[in-house]
């Protein structure tokens, strides 16, 4: 059996997502509350990382940045001091339903990702 990984999910045509990967985007339980959107600016486009009632909580030149932070704020959030905190019955739920298993979520497997940091809590807790 080979270690749990991160898909990509594609909208490509005749592509389908492995039956037994579990979908870890939004909307959904699993999914990133912290959303990457690109914003025209004054010098071109940017893009944006929201939280909870669409606040801005940064601009980046590139969407690989703006993803960085989406995902440190992910993981950052889902410590002992987050709003998102998985720890005690929450981490054996997550562990429960996400151990061992591939994640898909749309992002780029060479972009960073929430889907990582999942992977790490189920796995990392599992072991």
């Given at each position: 059996?080979?270690?749990?990984?991160?898909?990509?999910?594609?909208?490509t045509k005749g592509s389908k997502m492995p039956t037994d990967a579990i979908y870890v985007g939004r909307p959904g339980?699993?999914?990133?509350?912290?959303?990457?959107?690109?914003?025209?600016?004054?010098n071109g486009y940017k893009y944006s990382v929201r939280g909870s009632a669409n606040h801005l909580l940064g601009m980046h030149?590139?969407?690989?940045e703006a993803q960085r932070q989406a995902a440190d704020?992910?993981?950052?959030?889902?410590?002992?001091?987050?709003?998102?905190?998985?720890?005690?019955?929450?981490?054996?739920q997550l562990v429960s339903a996400l151990a061992g298993k591939d994640l898909a979520c749309w992002c780029k497997l060479t972009d960073p990702c929430h889907a990582d940091v999942l992977l790490e809590l189920a796995n990392g807790a599992a072991s």
């Open positions: 059996m080979s270690d749990p990984k991160r898909i990509q999910r594609l909208r339980k699993w999914g990133n509350p912290f959303v990457v959107a690109q914003e025209k600016g004054d030149r590139t969407k690989a704020l992910f993981e950052l959030h889902t410590g002992p001091m987050g709003n998102y905190e998985i720890d005690g019955e929450a981490l054996r």
